[in-house]
């Protein structure tokens, strides 16, 4: 299996910048894609980034031009860093991966607990 443990949210003014982090840990070898969804009060959980082992990545409309998914493979993290931050990106921001549709994972995914970002105005 796969876990994952989100650090880095706060509280922000407008304007301002977070930078998030997922580290990951277990069946590292079998994930193919990870990403950061969130979700606000009585929304959707929306993505928000993904970034596939491969290095290819790709944005939510409300990200993009603002926030910049990365990966460190030597130390098995993730981060997205956030810039221009506006009262509405204020969400629960929440690390997923899926593991590849082959053994041992079988792409299952896998969801850490969430991190809060608020953004004042």
């Known amino acids: 299996q796969v876990r994952l443990q989100e650090s880095g949210g706060g509280l922000v003014q407008t304007g301002g910048s977070l930078r998030l982090s997922c580290a990951y840990s277990?069946?590292?070898?079998?994930?193919?894609?990870m990403a950061w969804y969130r979700q606000a009060p009585g929304k959707q959980r929306d993505l928000v980034a993904r970034?596939?082992?491969?290095?290819?990545?790709n944005y939510g409309d409300s990200a993009k031009g603002r926030f910049l998914i990365s990966r460190d493979s030597a130390k098995n993290t993730m981060s997205l860093q956030m810039t221009g931050l506006r009262p509405e990106d204020t969400a629960v921001y929440y690390c997923h991966a899926r593991a590849d549709p082959v053994a041992p994972l079988f792409g299952t995914e896998y969801w850490g607990k969430g991190t809060l970002v608020t953004v004042s105005s």
């Open positions: 970034i596939t082992f491969g290095g290819d990545t």
């Open positions: 277990g069946t590292t070898s079998a994930i193919a894609t």
